[in-house]
C-alpha cells in the first residue's frame, strides 16, 4: 500500500512527520530515500516530535555521528545515515541489531545501499524534490 503526500514548506513536512509517527508504533524498521537535501532529516524532525522522543531543533542530520537516538516515554527513536557507510563489514561495527527492541523505531537514510534493508524494511518513505520547499513523499507500507 503506498499513500502520497504533498508538502510545500519545510513546516508541514515537518507536521506530517509528526503524524506519521502514529502509524510507526514499534519495533519498525523505516528506510528513509531520498536525494541529498530533499528533506529527510526534516521529517524525522516531526517523526522525533510525534513520539515525544526530542524537539525538531534537537534533531540534526547524522551524517557523520551515523546515529542519532532520540528516547521519548515509550519509544526511543535512531535516526540512522549509511551515506558513509559503503561495505557490509563497516554496516556491521554499527551494531544496529542491537537497536532492534521492542520499543524502538529505525529510521535508515540511504538503507537502500544495503539488501538487508530492503528485506527486512516495514516501511519506506521516499522524499521527492518538487521545487525550492516542495516535496513529494511516498509511504510505502509492506
Known amino acids: 500500500m503506498t499513500r502520497e503526500f504533498t508538502t ?3 513546516e508541514e ?13 514499534p519495533p519498525k524498521v523505516v528506510v528513509l ?15 522525533a516530535q510525534g513520539f515525544n522522543a526530542a524537539e525538531e531543533e534537537d ?5 557523520f555521528t551515523l546515529i542519532h537516538e532520540y528516547r ?12 558513509r557507510v559503503d561495505t557490509q563489514r563497516e554496516l556491521e561495527t554499527l551494531g544496529l541489531d542491537d537497536l532492534m527492541t521492542e520499543n524502538s523505531v529505525l529510521l535508515i537514510e540511504w ?3 544495503f539488501e538487508r534493508f530492503e528485506k ?9 524534490r518538487l521545487g525550492e520547499s516542495e516535496r513529494n513523499i511516498s509511504v510505502i507500507i509492506g
Open 59 to 63: 534533531v540534526t542530520s547524522p551524517t
Open 111 to 113: 538503507g537502500e545501499k
Open 120 to 128: 527486512e524494511r516495514d516501511i519506506e518513505i521516499a522524499i521527492e
Open 8 to 10: 510545500k514548506s519545510a
Open 72 to 83: 521519548g516515554p515509550e519509544t526511543t527513536v535512531y535516526h540512522i545515515d549509511l551515506y
Open 33 to 47: 530515500r531520498g536525494d541529498l537535501g530533499a528533506g529527510k532529516t526534516t521529517l524525522v524532525k516531526g517523526v
Open 13 to 25: 513536512t515537518i507536521a506530517l512527520g509528526r503524524e506519521l509517527a502514529s502509524s510507526l508504533a
